[in-house]
C-alpha cells in the first residue's frame, strides 16, 4: 500500500473494536475477502480489554461480492462517468 499522503480517493482506513482479537481477526479476514487490504495491526481497546484492529482497504482494486455491491450503489452519474 501507498503512504497516507499519496493514497486515491479509494482507500477507507477501517477501524475495528471488538471484545476479542479472535472476533476482530474474522470480521478483518471478511474485508480482505472483498478488498485489496493491508496487514492488520493490532491493539488494546481499553484497560477493560478487548482488542482494536486497524487497516487500510483499497475499494478501488474490490473482489466479489464487494464489486456487484460496489457497482450497483455508484449513483448515475458516477457509473457513466467511469465508461
Known amino acids: 500500500m501507498q ?27 471478511v474485508l480482505r475477502r472483498c478488498f485489496d487490504a493491508t496487514e492488520q495491526r ?12 486497524q487497516l487500510t482497504v483499497d475499494t478501488d482494486h474490490p473482489a466479489e461480492p464487494a464489486r456487484s455491491w460496489l457497482e450497483t450503489s455508484r449513483s448515475p452519474a458516477t457509473r457513466s462517468d467511469r465508461k
Open 3 to 29: 503512504s497516507s499522503e499519496s493514497r486515491s480517493d479509494g482507500h477507507a482506513e477501517v477501524h475495528i473494536v471488538a471484545a476479542s482479537p479472535d472476533v476482530a481477526r474474522r470480521v478483518a479476514e
Open 42 to 53: 493490532s491493539y488494546p481497546a481499553s484497560t477493560d480489554g478487548g482488542t482494536r484492529l
